[in-house]
Structures are given as C-alpha cells and as structure tokens.
C-alpha cells in the first residue's frame, strides 16, 4: 500500500484520458487499436511516476504541513529520496519502453509531457495562472497521445473541451490551496501568494460559464446524432458542474479531485450515465 501511494497507482485514472480518441473515433471495439492505446496509457502511467516522485521532492516541505499530504510517503520520512528515485526511474524507463514500441510520436510526446512537468515542478508552478494553464496542457498531451498511437485526429471541440474541464478542475484544486491559506494561514505552495478567494471564486464562475457554453456548442455540432440523447448529456453535466461547484464552495473540498471521484457516489453517477448515453449515442450500430 506504501509504494501504491508513492506511485500515485488511484491517480493513473487520469489517463484514461488517452482512451478519448478511439472512443469518439467509434472504434472501441476495433481490437487492434483499443490494445494499442491500452499498452500506451499503461506505458504512459509508468512514466508519471517519476513526474509524481520529482514533483514530491520539490513539494516536501509544504507537504509536510498540509493535512493530508504529510502522509505522503517522501514527506512521511517512510521511503527514502535515494529509493523513490531509483523506483521512479525505473518506471519511467520501463514507460518509455512500452510506448516507443507502440508509436514513436507518442514517446516524443511523452517526452515533452515529462520536460513539461519537470519544469513546473521546479519552478513554474509557482507562476500564477501559468501554473493552471500548464495542468490543462498535460491533458490535451494525453489526448494527442491517444490520436497518435490510433493515427486518428481528434476535433477541436472535444480538445476545447477537454482543456476547459481540466482547467476547471485545476482552478478548483487551487482555490482549496488559497482558502487553507486564507483561513488556516496554511502555505501549500508558493503560488497561493499571488491569488485570493475573490479571484479563485471568479474565475471558477467564469470558466464554469464558458464550460457549459462549448458543451452545448458540442453537442450541437453533432448533427448526425439523436438530439434527445445529446440533452439528456447536457443535463448531466449541468448537474455535474453544479455539484462539483457545491462541493469546491460549499464544503470546501475542491482539493483533490480523484478523491472526489472516488468518493463521490452522486458525480459517479453523473459519469457512468454520461459514459452509458454517450455510447449509446456512438455505437449504437454496432451494439443493436
């Protein structure tokens, strides 16, 4: 259980992101490439491991006086740097590996998404909305991967909307920061100087606003498909944002958005209905 933490294992949820382009490439079910992608996102979570590790190390201090995260195994004292390190490298080599023998695009991009994060590790995080921006960029890496490894491209509605909710939930990950800045006077990270609830506040209605916005401008494009289908989906993410903004303004627990996930019954909900429908929606040739 100590070295799952230390790996992130419950954060390589988030690149099931890669899976996005064969999903609305509606070839699921096409072997050759869902086995592809597969061996990619796992190839791709070995190397976030080592992007975890270095980010842990720059972050041990502040670790060690957030409420949950000085249980972190490098900021407990429970695993050694010499050895997180040894284990991340080899992770990250074994990775590399894996993704260079599926596609040679992927592994440059996995390159720059480890370039990327090594850098905002050290220091670009601690650049006000340049740290957010740069979190939504890892995402839409992930997506690019995903159209790499399956050499199909991804429209540009389904990148704007992929950065957009990556941004959103940054921004709300963020504001949890600041408000235990504000209230706990609790530094997290340096960053938190250069921000106030006010402005997380408003920016979290802002970019909720423009989310809502491009979903529905979506699901409009679509015009092959049953429009009923489409706005159940925009309900569900209409209560979707409504809820996560509940529990970011609310309870003030906007930040760790896995564990949300993971412990939120009413978002997973959400999101097994809106996986379902939008499935329906795509395969709905292949399935009936």
């Known amino acids: 259980m100590l070295y799952l933490k230390l790996i992130r294992f419950n954060h390589w949820i988030k690149n099931l992101f890669i899976f996005i382009?064969?999903?609305?490439?509606?070839?699921?079910?096409?072997?050759?490439?869902?086995?592809?992608?597969?061996?990619?996102?796992?190839?791709?979570?070995?190397?976030?491991?080592?992007?975890?590790?270095?980010?842990?190390?720059?972050?041990?201090?502040?670790?060690?006086?957030?409420?949950?995260?000085?249980?972190?195994?490098?900021?407990?004292?429970e695993i050694s740097l010499k050895s997180s390190f040894v284990i991340g490298l080899l992770f990250f080599l074994l990775g590399l590996w894996i993704v260079y023998s599926?596609?040679?695009?992927?592994?440059?991009?996995?390159?720059?998404?480890?370039?990327?994060?090594?850098?905002?590790?050290?220091?670009?995080?601690?650049?006000?909305?340049?740290?957010?921006?740069?979190?939504?960029?890892?995402?839409?890496?992930?997506?690019?991967?995903?159209?790499?490894?399956?050499?199909?491209?991804?429209?540009n509605w389904v990148m704007i909307m992929v950065f957009l909710l990556s941004l959103f939930l940054a921004i709300c990950k963020r504001r949890d920061d600041v408000y235990l800045y504000e209230k706990k006077n609790t530094i997290n990270r340096k960053v938190v100087l250069h921000y106030n609830l006010e402005f997380m506040n408003k920016i979290i209605t802002i970019v909720?606003?423009?989310?809502?916005?491009?979903?529905?401008?979506?699901?409009?494009?679509?015009?092959?498909?049953?429009?009923?289908?489409?706005?159940?989906?925009?309900?569900?993410?209409i209560l979707g944002i409504l809820r996560y903004n509940q529990i970011t303004y609310v309870y003030n627990k906007g930040g760790s958005p896995i564990k949300i996930l993971f412990h939120d019954i009413f978002l997973q909900i959400i999101l097994i209905c809106w996986v379902t429908i939008f499935f329906i929606i795509l395969y709905k040739n292949q399935i009936f």
């Open 21 to 77: 382009p064969l999903f609305f490439s509606v070839e699921l079910f096409s072997v050759d490439k869902f086995l592809l992608t597969f061996y990619t996102t796992i190839g791709f979570s070995f190397i976030t491991v080592l992007v975890y590790i270095i980010n842990d190390v720059f972050d041990i201090e502040f670790d060690k006086n957030h409420k949950d995260k000085k249980f972190r195994p490098i900021a407990s004292g």
């Open 102 to 155: 599926v596609s040679i695009n992927a592994f440059f991009l996995s390159i720059i998404y480890f370039i990327l994060n090594f850098f905002y590790s050290f220091k670009l995080k601690s650049i006000p909305i340049l740290d957010l921006i740069i979190v939504s960029i890892g995402f839409i890496i992930r997506v690019y991967i995903g159209s790499a490894v399956i050499q199909i491209s991804v429209s």
């Open 208 to 237: 909720s606003s423009v989310l809502i916005v491009s979903y529905l401008l979506f699901i409009t494009s679509m015009e092959n498909f049953s429009s009923t289908y489409l706005l159940l989906t925009f309900i569900l993410v």
